[in-house]
């Protein structure tokens, strides 16, 4: 948990915004299909290291580089740095 205050998403579209005094609320909208997750993932309440991680049994979990929003152009989709698979770089 290391990311200021914002709005924060990842390429494949998941997002997480984070609020509070001491930046401990924090709202996530997890798209698994799109992460290549599974319906058996579960999703962090907060970034590790800045990246939405999720843990699963089923299909191994993964992570994905979550970028401020503020800082992608309206016109452009994020592409790339789709969901990476636990044990492996991001």
Known sequence: ?????????????????????????SRVEFDW?????????????????GYLTWDCEECGGGSAKLIPVAMMPKSVEPQGDYGVPTGQAP
């Open 1 to 25: 948990m290391n990311l200021p205050n914002g709005k924060y998403r990842t390429a494949a579209g998941s997002t997480m915004e984070i609020s509070g005094k001491y930046s401990g609320i």
């Open 33 to 49: 299909l799109e992460e290549g997750g599974c319906v058996d993932c579960k999703c962090s309440a907060y970034d590790v290291d």
